[in-house]
Structure formats: structure tokens, C-alpha cells
């Protein structure tokens, strides 16, 4: 009965759900940063991990509108980087196949690509979408597109990395069959 | 009986993941208008049995059927969750996540914009049915303003403007306290007298479902039915402490009292209950027939707190002018209505929030500027859900996390952690992970958690909230051991079960004030404190009365009978 | 405790007004704002949002900490195009005048300063009209709102349960990190930056865990309730189209028409007034 093309009810509540957590914490959790009045996004640990589990749709929906979300709350958007925050969710989304995290299998191969995943998707959110589409509507110098492109996807991607992998580990550790387990004297 | 509505034959449930079915031979019917309870210990299989008649077995949670189910003539496996939904209502148990809407008005009018319904109609439907649920006078509001009673109602109107001929109700009492349970049961009953809809309640706290009167209860072991019976004739047997489900308060008195059960007695409700003059007689002599037992006085003072106010704003205290006592050894419940200022007071013991006003003291010395990192040293704080405080996957990793965050070296990181894990009977599992625990386990381990700070005081929130006698059990039994080795328990509770068997001390709260500090004997006898409280009367109350007796001493009675007897079963095995 | 914009009740024509026609005003009056470097535009389209601003009968100490903030995000945006370009402008309108000289590569030229005031406009131009969306519109017509401008009504319910249960994640979120903090988990300066973030896995988890679960529920509860049964749905707070929203629709309509003329008329985005 379902249609293939639609997205499914878990999706549309996974989006929801997610941008939710991301607002969340982008918008109200600040962790300082070593350089001064900067905090760390955190919310792009929690989006790498909701687009391993659900996959692209729900990345990219949930970083369309929990970014939005808090660009709206502070006043008005900044599309050039909510853009840049979906094509993140989009790309890592990318890695729920080859991952698989269901199987209860992340070892050293599936950190590998999630972190590859999550490193490409920074560098082409924050290096390449986000100066290129700031470039295009308020026509800001490269020069300083470049150097705030490169901070942010560094930064984000060391947040993601930690955050993400650590997520992902403990939660595909609740995904493993009891099987084996004895118990010790 | 009348025309059969729901009829399962030689019917079965295997999930895809599962190798065995789930549930199996079960075979019942049931007619319209009738309301039919099913209980059962958890992992009995009734919510799978419920997630059949709705639809979400197969059509959400794939999985096989065996056999037949017809619900009002149709096969349900042919009717898909959408075709489902015309017949069946269902009203779940987490009164959050199913509120999806904004507002009252929009949460009721989700089905039938689903339904594509026109605006002028949706609305006319819609405002009917808060009316239905006396909730039109809230009709704007957000759930965060309303209370989990109010919440259920919402979802209640939110099936009934389909007109279903079946309601159910899926643990509709978990998550509330008793008194609105007992106005959500009398919501229940009105409806179904109404609408004569066929009306299925899934839950373990029977005597509480029962104050709607049912015509039969279903009583499920190990994924079948044991038991398909009136509810006088069910209490005459021993079937329920069989299958480890609490039996109502006033059936154990009887019991204990020596009065043989027949279902001709009325056994269903307390109000229908009808005893001859030798079974009250009976009931007389086991009153006056022991001593009483002392409880326990605890004498040194371990913690104070000073007209302890609290608010985010001054003009509107969450918790006004609060003192009183605690002392070392006292196991104590904290009771009162949501927004009394329970949970803030805990909030300000483990320094979560600093007070306005006031003092706390610790064993004389005045803790009020400790942070929340050195107040957890001595106060520790369990939350309600266990899994909103793992963070580890692995047992030994989750105990042992506050100590690694304060870098002490590791063979006293490990001596503690298995000492803490030993106390909670955890030892043998320290290198599972979690996720392999029971519901019970998880929250040992969030004890252990804690206990690895070796703080003298625990406060926990809620601690049985939603378990089976079994799990109740276990968790309480656990922390009267804790107790017992010298830890003091300060328990945020609605469970009135927990409160009688368990407590020494009630302290009642009521819009930010204590407004008294007592014991569960006093409480329970006393009305007007019960009302300011959220609690309801126990049925032995009923009982007392009903024999002539002092209620106030007559629940003493039955609270020290039932201890002795617990730990005098305790000792033997 | 929440410094987070959000909708205000009052009773204004612009308040009246659907929030399909507000969605649709904001989103071509964005565009507009985006593709022109029209100094006489942009500053017409502040002018225009701040009487309409006044007619929402909005109070500016409604949107103080807003403004302070957006302020301070541009100042930081405004030095960092000095210090890395201070030739932008002399690029853009292909003239220099100089009024001062100061050390190295920077000196101070009109072309700079008015591309930086074009900037700072562009923003200017898009704030008040922002700030009217957000606070005028009840945040339970949102999905109606999307579903109306063509959006898909799934997409669009994505967005009201994130609306709807950002409030309950927020509590989850404060309620699990106070735990973590007894247990000595800290965010602070206490730590040292990597073991700030590890520490916040340690409160993340079970956020994501919870919300996990909550995801499993509310989809069982949309599903009982027959959510996608078909291909539209109906939405009791959806309002009826009326005059107002006409011309509302249609006047956002004509800003985006006169800043696209107005690149044709310049033969460019950029209005130079050097040449």
C-alpha cells in the first residue's frame, strides 16, 4: 500500500525528530571552544549519527529545517549555511549503506567510513557550498569565505568525530545479539 | 452473548526476528459492549496480542500470523492498519509521544484531517468530543501545560471522534497517579455506557482497572491465555499470585484474615464486596489477634533543610518556606501532585538548582554552596527512566564512569566499581553489555552508578513507575537491602503499594508547600490529605468499615502482617 | 528561560493574515533581498519592513536580544571582510577613492565602505520581514502553511513535530545533563576542549537513545491514526484566504518583479553610484 517514493511515517517522524535535537542543541548548548567567543556545534555529531541510522532523506531534511529552525529563532537565516548544513546531512547520509550500524557491526573499517564520510562532508559543506553560494548572493571576498570555511569544517569535523563515533560505538553495541554471554565468578 | 466483535481462533504471532511465536493456541471471543481486562507479568505477550488487534502486528512490526483473527466479521490480515483503525481505538501508554498535535484541538482533529474531513465539520467533531473529555475549556493549550490525565483524555477524544466499536487501552494507568487513574477509569466506564463500544483495557494494575467493574479478565502467561473468567471467580482461585500479579489490597486482607474466597461473594469490587457476619468476624479476630510491632525509630539527624524556597521568578515559588528532618537509616516517600514541588526539592538537594531562600544541612554542616559535582559525593540522584542515564554500553564502563571523569587511579577505580557492583548483585555481569539487561537490571546498574560515589543519601524518582509486581519487587527489595546496610532513601513516589509496604515517612507536598510530614498509616486514613496529594483511599479502608473496624488501625494492622510475613518468606528461602 | 524568538499573540492585520501568504512573503521578499545589490532597493525594502513591522504592533523590546545578536554577527562579518579584503569594493565598482590611508594594505576608500554598508543592507532588508514571519505566525499553521505552497504535507508534519517536541527534548536534555553533572561530567572550562566534546557524548547518548524510542512511538501513533491514508489531508487550523492576503501575495510578488527590473535597468546586480 505504501508507495515507494514517499517517505515512510518513521522518516517523516525521524526528520522531525532529529532537527528537533539538533535545534536543540545547536541553539541552546554551548560548549566553549579553545578560540575565544566561538562555541562547538555539537548538533553535527547527533545529525553524522541520525544519518547513519535513517540514511540521506533524513539527513538532509533534518539539517534543512533544524538549521532554519535556529537561524529563525535568532531572527532571520542565513540560507548559504543551511544550505551547507543539509548538503552535510545528505553526503553522511550516503554512508547508512555501506555502515549498516543495524547489524551491530562498527568496528575499525565502519569508524573509517564514517569519519570519511563525515570529513568529505564538511569539507564540501563549509569549503565548497557554503563560500560558493556566499560568494553568489552577497558577493563577500574569498579570501575570508575560505578562512571561515576551512575553521568550520575543521572544527566541525574534529566535533563530529568524537561525538559521532562514540554515538554510533555504544549504539551499535545495543543492537548486538545476547548470544554468548556467560557470567564470571 | 451478544453478537461477537473480536474473534481469535487457534491464533498465533511469531515476529520475523523471534524463532519461537510470541503468542500461541490463544482462542477468544468477545461480544460487543463487553469490557474485558487483560493481565499478565511483562513479556507475557499481552501487548503483543494488543499490537494484533490494532494492526501494528504485522503492518508496523513484521511477523507471522498462525491461525485466525476476525475483528466485527473481517480477517484482520487482509484489512491492513489503515482498514484496522475503523474498528479498533487504541490509546497508548506514553501519554507524550502520542500527543503529536500542537494543542488539544489540533491533537483531536488528527484523524480526521486524516481522513481529509472538511474544515467546518472537522471542527464541530472536534470540539464534541473535548467536550466528551471535559476538556474544552482547554482546547488551546500545549501538552506541556497539561497534566499526563489531561494528556491521556486528549488522546482518548482523539479515537473516540471515529467512533470505533472497539476502544483500547494499552497500559492506560502506568503513567499516572491514582487519582487521575481513577478518573480516567471513570471516563472509561461513562463512555462505554454511552456508546455501548466493546471496550479492552491491557493492564497489570488490576484493582485499579477494576473500580470500571469488568465483565471478564483474561489472564496471559508465557504468550497464552491461563485464565478467561469473571473477575469474582479469578480472585476465589490462586491463579493471579500464581502467575505473580498483585491481587487488590482487600483480597489479601481476606486472605490473610483466613476468610475462604468463593465467587459468589462478589469479589470484583470492594463496593460489591458481600461478607456474612462469621467472614467479618473472622476478619475482627485476625485484627485483634497480634500484638503490634513497633516500627523502628531512627534517631540521628543527617540532613536538614531550612525554609528552603525556590522559583524561577519571585513572585511564582515552585517550593516555598520547606523544612524538616532526616535521619540516618529512614527510608521515606515523597508524595503530592504533579507541580507540588517534589521534583524541584530533589533538583535543590543535589544542587541541580540553588535556592532562593533557606538552608541545607548535612550532618550540621551547612552543604548550601557545594556544587553539583561535591553535593553528589553524599546526595545521589536516580532518575525515573534507566535509560536516560547510561552512557556507556558496558557495564563495568557505565559504573565506573564517574570516577574515570575524576582520573583517580585505576585499581581504586576497579576495587570501587566491583564493590559497588557487588552490592547491587551485579558482579557476575561486569563485562555484559547493558543492552542485555532487564528493565530491574538497568536500574541496579544506575544505582551502582551512583553508588561508586558512596553518597549517604539516594534519591529516586519514581522508582517502579510502569513495572510488574515482579520487577516492583525486585527493585524495592533491592533498595530495602540498600537500606538495611545504612544508606538513607528518599523516594518521589505515586505508588500507593510502595508507600504502604515499604515507607516509614510520608512527606506530603501540595502547590510548593509541605503540608504534612507523617507516616503511610496516618496518610492513608486520612481523606483530605490523599485528595492534596493525588493518592486515592485503599480498598482496605473500605474493608475496615465494612467489618466495623478502625480504618486508621486496621491499615497499621495489615502494613506490619504483611511486612513480618514478607521477610519471615524471605528468611525461609 | 528559553531566549528563543517565538510567536506573539496580537491583534494586527498582519497577525489576521493567513501563514500561507506570510510563508510566501517571506520566501520571495528573501529572494529579492538576495539577488539585488541595489542600494535603493535594499534600503526601500528596510524602510518598507519596518513600517510593516509597526503595523504588527510588535514591541521592540520584543526583539532587543535578537537585534544585539544580529548586530554583533555582523560587526564580526564587517571586520572580517575588511581585514581579509579591504579592496572589495574597489573591485566591484572599479574606481578608488581613497580618504585615508592606513598601514600596510589597508587604507579606507568610499567603494569599500559603501559595499560594506550594501552588506550590512542586504541583511537589514531581510530582518524585519524575518522577524515578522517568526512572531506573527502561530506556529500550528506552519504545516498547513508549507502543505498550501505546494510542499508536500509529509514534509510539511516533519516540520510540526519538530516544533512540537523541541520543548520535550530540551527538558530531556537539561534533565540528563544535570545527572551527568553529579556524576562529574562537565561542558565547562574546567576541561580541557577534546575532553569537553568526549564529555558530551557521555550526555548525548541517551538523548539520542530516548529520542530513538520516542520516534518508534510517535510513528506507531500517527500510524493508528491513520496518517498517509491518502493523498492530501485536511488541517483544522488552516485559515481562509482573504483580500488581505491577496495583497499581500501580490505585493511581494512586485518587490521581487522591481528588483529583478532593477538588475536589467543597471545591466547588473550592483548600483554604482563612482561612475
Known amino acids: 500500500m505504501e508507495n515507494k517514493n514517499q517517505l515512510s511515517i518513521k522518516s517523516i517522524v525521524a526528520i522531525g525528530i532529529g532537527a528537533a535535537l539538533f535545534f536543540v542543541l545547536g541553539r541552546f548548548v554551548a560548549i566553549p571552544s579553545p578560540v575565544p567567543n566561538t562555541t562547538i556545534n555539537i548538533q553535527y555529531g547527533i545529525l553524522g549519527v541520525f544519518c547513519v541510522i535513517y540514511g540521506p532523506v533524513v539527513g538532509i531534511l533534518s539539517g534543512f529545517i533544524g538549521h532554519t529552525l535556529i537561524d529563525l529563532s535568532w531572527g532571520s537565516p542565513w540560507w548559504s549555511w543551511i544550505i551547507a548544513s543539509a548538503v552535510f546531512g545528505l553526503i553522511v547520509g550516503f554512508a547508512k549503506k555501506s555502515i549498516n550500524i543495524e547489524s551491530g557491526n562498527f568496528g575499525g573499517k565502519q569508524i573509517a567510513a564514517f569519519n570519511i564520510f563525515q570529513v568529505v562532508g564538511h569539507l564540501v559543506a563549509w569549503a565548497v557550498v557554503a563560500p560558493v553560494l556566499d560568494i553568489l548572493i552577497y558577493n563577500e571576498p574569498i579570501e575570508k569565505l575560505f578562512a571561515q570555511g576551512a575553521f568550520a569544517a575543521v572544527s566541525n569535523s574534529v566535533s563530529t568525530a568524537i561525538v559521532g563515533t562514540i554515538i554510533l560505538l555504544a549504539y551499535s553495541k545495543t543492537r548486538t545479539k545476547e548470544g554468548s554471554l556467560n557470567k564470571e565468578n | 452473548m451478544k453478537e461477537t466483535i473480536i474473534e481469535f481462533k487457534n491464533f498465533g504471532y511469531k515476529y520475523r526476528s523471534q524463532a519461537e511465536p510470541t503468542v500461541t493456541d490463544i482462542n477468544l471471543k468477545i461480544g460487543k459492549g463487553e469490557r474485558i481486562i487483560i493481565v499478565g507479568p511483562s513479556g507475557c505477550g499481552k501487548s503483543t496480542l494488543a499490537h494484533c488487534l490494532n494492526g501494528l502486528n504485522p503492518f508496523s512490526y513484521p511477523g507471522e500470523i498462525i491461525g485466525s483473527l476476525k475483528i466485527c466479521g473481517h480477517e484482520s490480515k487482509d484489512m491492513g492498519i489503515f482498514g484496522l483503525s475503523k474498528f479498533v481505538g487504541t490509546v497508548l501508554q506514553d501519554t507524550d509521544g502520542q500527543f503529536i498535535g500542537m494543542t488539544v484541538l489540533e491533537d483531536i482533529a488528527f484523524a480526521m484531517e486524516n481522513d481529509m474531513v472538511e474544515q467546518e465539520e472537522l471542527k464541530k467533531r472536534t470540539l464534541q468530543a473535548a467536550d466528551k473529555v471535559y476538556l474544552l475549556d482547554k482546547i488551546e493549550s500545549a501538552p506541556h501545560d497539561l497534566s499526563g490525565g489531561q494528556k491521556q483524555r486528549v488522546s482518548l477524544a482523539g479515537v473516540l471522534v471515529n467512533k470505533v466499536p472497539i476502544l483500547m487501552f494499552d497500559e492506560p494507568l502506568a503513567n499516572l497517579d491514582p487519582a487521575s487513574g481513577k478518573k480516567a477509569i471513570e471516563l472509561i466506564d461513562e463512555i462505554q455506557k454511552e456508546t455501548d463500544t466493546t471496550v479492552v483495557i491491557i493492564e497489570h494494575r488490576l484493582e485499579d482497572a477494576l473500580y470500571m467493574g469488568a465483565d471478564r479478565i483474561i489472564l496471559m502467561v508465557d504468550g497464552k491465555i491461563v485464565s478467561d473468567t469473571t473477575p469474582s471467580e479469578l480472585f476465589a482461585s490462586d491463579r493471579l499470585a500464581e502467575a505473580g500479579i498483585r491481587e487488590p489490597l482487600y483480597i489479601t486482607a481476606l486472605k490473610y484474615a483466613g476468610v475462604k474466597l468463593e465467587k459468589n461473594m462478589s469479589l470484583q469490587r470492594i463496593q460489591e464486596l458481600k461478607l456474612s457476619d462469621e467472614q467479618k468476624e473472622l476478619v475482627k479476630m485476625w485484627f485483634y489477634q497480634e500484638k503490634w510491632e513497633q516500627i523502628k525509630e531512627h534517631t540521628k539527624k543527617l540532613l536538614s533543610v531550612e525554609k528552603l524556597s525556590f522559583g524561577y521568578t519571585e513572585k511564582a515559588y515552585n517550593l516555598s518556606d520547606v523544612s524538616f528532618d532526616v535521619y540516618e537509616g529512614e527510608m521515606t516517600g515523597i508524595v503530592g501532585k504533579n507541580g507540588a514541588g517534589k521534583s524541584t526539592l530533589a533538583k535543590l538537594l543535589c544542587g541541580f538548582e540553588k535556592q532562593n531562600k533557606g538552608i541545607i544541612c548535612l550532618e550540621g554542616k551547612d552543604i548550601s554552596e557545594d556544587n553539583i559535582k561535591e553535593r553528589a559525593k553524599t546526595i545521589g540522584y536516580v532518575m525515573q527512566n534507566p ?187 | 528561560m528559553s531566549t528563543a524568538l517565538s510567536y506573539v499573540e496580537r491583534d494586527s492585520v498582519i497577525h489576521q493574515m493567513t501563514g500561507t501568504t506570510k510563508l510566501f512573503f517571506f520566501l520571495f521578499w528573501s529572494v529579492a533581498a538576495m539577488i539585488t545589490y541595489d542600494t535603493r532597493v535594499l534600503v526601500g525594502m528596510f524602510l518598507f519592513g519596518c513600517v510593516l513591522f509597526k503595523i504588527s504592533k510588535l514591541k521592540w523590546k520584543e526583539i532587543s536580544f535578537a537585534l544585539i545578536f544580529m548586530f554583533t554577527l555582523m560587526a564580526i562579518n564587517i571586520v572580517g571582510i575588511y581585514v581579509f579584503a579591504p579592496e572589495q569594493g574597489v573591485e566591484i565598482y572599479g574606481t578608488r577613492h581613497v580618504v585615508a590611508e592606513l598601514f600596510w594594505r589597508y587604507s579606507i576608500t568610499l567603494e569599500q565602505l559603501f559595499y560594506m554598508f550594501n552588506f550590512l543592507m542586504k541583511y537589514m532588508a531581510v530582518i524585519p520581514i524575518a522577524l515578522l514571519f517568526i512572531m506573527t505566525t502561530n506556529p500550528s499553521e506552519f504545516a498547513a502553511s508549507m502543505n498550501k505552497i505546494g510542499i508536500s504535507y509529509r514534509v510539511g508534519y516533519s516540520v510540526a513535530i519538530a516544533l512540537r517536541y523541541i520543548p520535550d527534548i530540551q527538558r530531556d536534555y537539561r534533565e540528563i545533563s544535570q545527572a551527568q553533572q553529579a556524576r562529574g561530567i562537565s561542558l565547562g572550562k574546567d576541561e580541557k576542549t577534546l575532553d569537553r566534546i568526549k564529555n558530551s557524548a557521555a550526555i548525548l547518548f541517551p538523548l539520542v537513545l530516548s529520542s530513538i524510542q520516542r520516534i518508534e512511538t510517535i510513528s506507531n501513533a500517527m500510524e493508528l491514526r491513520g496518517f498517509g491514508k491518502h493523498k492530501k489531508r485536511t488541517w483544522i487550523m488552516a485559515k481562509p484566504m482573504g483580500k488581505r492576503d491577496y495583497v499581500g501575495i501580490v505585493l511581494s510578488i512586485a518587490i521581487l518583479a522591481v528588483s529583478v527590473a532593477m538588475i536589467i535597468v543597471n545591466g547588473g546586480r550592483y548600483y554604482n553610484p563612482f561612475i
Not at chain 2, 535509560?387 to 583517580?408: G, R, Y
Not at chain 2, 513507575?465 to 515482579?470: I, N, S, T, V, Y
Open chain 2, 387 to 573: 535509560n536516560q542515564m547510561i552512557s556507556k554500553p558496558m557495564i563495568f564502563e557505565e559504573v565506573a564512569l564517574s570516577l574515570e571523569v575524576a582520573h583517580l587511579p585505576k585499581e581504586e577505580i576497579e576495587e570501587r566499581v566491583h564493590k559497588a557492583l557487588k552490592v547491587c548483585g551485579l558482579y557476575e555481569f561486569r563485562n555484559w553489555p547493558i543492552s542485555a539487561l532487564s528493565y530491574g537490571q538497568k536500574k541496579r546498574v544506575t544505582i551502582a552508578s551512583i553508588l561508586v560515589q558512596n553518597p549517604k543519601i539516594l534519591i529516586l524518582d519514581e522508582p517502579t513507575a510502569g513495572q510488574d509486581f515482579r520487577h516492583y519487587t525486585e527493585i524495592m527489595e533491592f533498595l530495602k537491602e540498600l537500606n538495611k546496610q545504612g544508606i538513607t532513601v528518599l523516594m518521589i513516589t505515586h505508588d500507593m503499594h510502595l508507600l504502604l509496604e515499604y515507607t516509614n515517612r510520608s512527606l506530603v507536598f501540595s502547590d510548593g508547600h509541605l503540608i504534612a510530614d507523617t507516616t503511610p498509616v496516618e496518610l492513608f486514613a486520612d481523606k483530605d490529605l490523599l485528595e492534596d496529594a493525588n493518592l486515592k483511599e485503599t480498598s482496605l479502608f473500605e474493608l475496615a468499615n465494612m467489618c466495623g473496624l478502625p480504618p486508621k488501625e486496621f491499615i497499621h494492622k495489615f502494613i506490619i502482617y504483611d511486612r513480618n510475613l514478607r521477610s519471615r518468606r524471605e528468611e525461609v528461602s
